[in-house]
Nanobody, 123 residues
Framework: VQLQASGGGLVQAGGSLRLSCAAS????????MGWFRQAPGKEREFVAA????????YYADSVKGRFTISRDNAKNTVYLQMNSLKPEDTAIYYC?????????????????WGQGTQVTVSS
């Protein structure tokens, strides 16, 4: 199982980025997917999750209304559209595959992780 995250970069506050996570080596379309992030000196935290059908999504309160998670099962890819970015969104963003078909906020429900992509938001 491999997850390749991309799309990170440097953006000014108020700007947008779209992260992508391409999966290979497993039954992507039958599993929930999630995005987490880790800022320097902080623990990894939940950002967003999506069920395998795409019908159910969850968001952290800090990103609700600004971030949108989506997936394209035909392309084995999950996306995170990030709008109205804030300096406090600066972190390494990780995508992960859940061990369940459902969307889940629980980190221990995820068993495969990508390498992370850096997002830096300047003020």
């Amino acid at each position: 199982v491999q997850l390749q995250a991309s799309g990170g970069g440097l953006v000014q506050a108020g700007g947008s980025l779209r992260l992508s996570c391409a999966a290979s080596g497993h039954t992507f379309s039958r599993l929930g997917m999630g995005w987490f992030r880790q800022a320097p000196g902080k623990e990894r935290e939940f950002v967003a999750a999506i069920s395998w059908t795409g019908y159910t999504t969850y968001y952290a309160d800090s990103v609700k209304g600004r971030f949108t998670i989506s997936r394209d099962n035909a392309k084995n890819t999950v996306y995170l559209q990030m709008n109205s970015l804030k300096p406090e969104d600066t972190a390494i963003y990780y995508c992960a595959t859940a061990s369940t078909a459902q969307a889940t906020r629980v980190m221990t429900d995820y068993n495969y992780w990508g390498q992370g992509t850096q997002v830096t938001v300047s003020s």
